[in-house]
């Protein structure tokens, strides 16, 4: 099997999707139009939303990092690191595999078994695609989806730790 690069991948796409658009341009001018006139409609929408979580992506991976979890986890009250398990989970970047090594030391370290199933619940909801949520679905439906997953966050952790222990 022929393994491509990301860049020659990426490369391909763009020459495939200008060449289709040059196709349509020789072929249907006015239809080419409509195209190019729908997709600048729809990054003129896109781009603010994009803008916005570029931005807390920054701030996130700026302020947010492995030290500043385990400083914050051990010996803190329950309020504490439910809120740092639950937004943690929600900023936390990168696949989810690379986070295990860090959530087994935290319950080496004694951190509770439902703030860390909280932790990795909340990692389904991803900043990155929240504007592309958005765009779909609309506003309200973002923000009642994410409060939902956070809220319920804490049952699932509070579940997870009793099953746990019960199968112990």
């Known amino acids: 099997m022929n393994k491509k690069s990301p860049a020659k991948k990426i490369i391909l796409l763009l020459g495939g999707a200008g060449l289709s658009l040059l196709i349509l341009y020789l072929v249907n001018p006015a239809k080419f139009s ?10 003129i929408q896109i781009v603010p ?3 916005f979580v570029f931005v807390i992506m920054v701030l996130v991976n700026y302020f947010l990092d492995k030290k500043f979890l385990h400083q914050n ?3 803190q009250s329950s309020l504490k690191k439910w809120l740092i398990s639950i937004f943690a989970g929600i900023l936390s970047v990168g696949p989810v595999y690379a986070w295990y090594p860090l959530m087994k030391n935290f319950q080496e370290k004694g951190i509770e078994d439902r703030f860390i199933a909280s932790f990795l619940y909340n990692r389904g909801i991803k ?8 765009f779909y679905f609309g506003w309200t439906y973002t923000l009642t ?3 939902v997953m956070t809220i319920f966050s804490i049952p699932q952790g ?9 199968s112990e």
């Open 73 to 75: 986890m051990v010996g």
């Open 49 to 51: 939303i994009l803008l």
């Open 34 to 43: 409509a195209v190019l006139e729908n997709f600048i409609k729809l990054v």
């Open 158 to 166: 509070i579940i997870t730790e009793k099953l746990i222990k019960l």
């Open 127 to 134: 900043i990155q695609w929240m504007s592309v949520l958005i």
């Open 145 to 147: 989806l994410f409060v």
